[in-house]
Structures are given as structure tokens and as C-alpha cells.
Nanobody, 127 residues
Framework: QVHVVESGGDSVQAGGSLRLFCAAR????????MGWFRQAPGKEREGVAA????????SYADSVKGRFTISRGGAKNTVYLQMDSLKPEDTAMYYC????????????????????WGQGTQVTVSS
């Protein structure tokens, strides 16, 4: 069974920063694409950022480009999401997801491409 665990969510003021962390250490391979998604109340779950197994290629939603940075952690199947210049519209439950062994050159932001999901971590940004 694959366990995906997120942490780092919190309540912050607009303009502040947070760093989310995700670990999927029980997945048997390190050849995994990892992504961050978010879902606000009443809205669809949307892709925020994704990264290839090597960390050499990343994808970002237009709404977070220049403010969020996804990166691989030092341990197997771990990933960070650094969120700067946070806005109230970034308020959502943030989910980490992963999938493996496909070989995309660019990591996808479509939730349909990801198989394993965490339970989420709440990010609340107040104005």
C-alpha cells in the first residue's frame, strides 16, 4: 500500500510564505512524477505544480508562476512546494499526488494522470 503524506499547511497573512512537504516513501520505485493540487470549497481540484523524477523539468499553473516553486527533497519520493507572495485566492486544501513509470518529458498537471493521493493539508490566506 502506498502512503502519501503532506504537511506544512497553515494560516498566514496575504504576502506571506509557506513550504509544504510531501513524502511517499512506501512507493517501491523512485521513478515517480509528483505533483501538487489544490481544491477550494465549491471548486474543482486543480493542478498547481508538478515535477519529473529527476527534478529536471517542472510545470506550473499560470496562477502560481513566479510565486510557487516545486522541488525534489533529498530523500526518496519527497517533494516540496515553496509558496511565496501568498494571496487569499490561494486558500485551499493542498494535495500531493504521484504516478510512475511513464516517461513524460514534461510533468502533467491533470489530476487524471496521477494514481496515488494524500489526504491533504489546509492552507488559509487572510487579507
Amino acid at each position: 500500500q502506498v502512503h502519501v503524506v503532506e504537511s506544512g499547511g497553515d494560516s498566514v497573512q496575504a504576502g506571506g510564505s509557506l513550504r509544504l512537504f510531501c513524502a511517499a516513501r512506501t512507493y517501491p520505485s523512485s521513478n515517480v512524477y509528483m505533483g501538487w493540487f489544490r481544491q477550494a470549497p465549491g471548486k474543482e481540484r486543480e493542478g498547481v505544480a508538478a515535477i519529473t523524477p529527476s527534478g529536471g523539468s517542472t510545470s506550473y499553473a499560470d496562477s502560481v508562476k513566479g510565486r510557487f516553486t516545486i522541488s525534489r527533497g533529498g530523500a526518496k519520493n519527497t517533494v516540496y512546494l515553496q509558496m511565496d507572495s501568498l494571496k487569499p485566492e490561494d486558500t485551499a486544501m493542498y494535495y500531493c499526488a504521484l504516478t510512475g513509470g511513464v516517461g513524460w518529458a514534461r510533468p502533467p498537471l491533470s489530476r487524471d494522470e496521477y494514481i496515488y493521493w494524500g489526504q491533504g493539508t489546509q492552507v488559509t490566506v487572510s487579507s
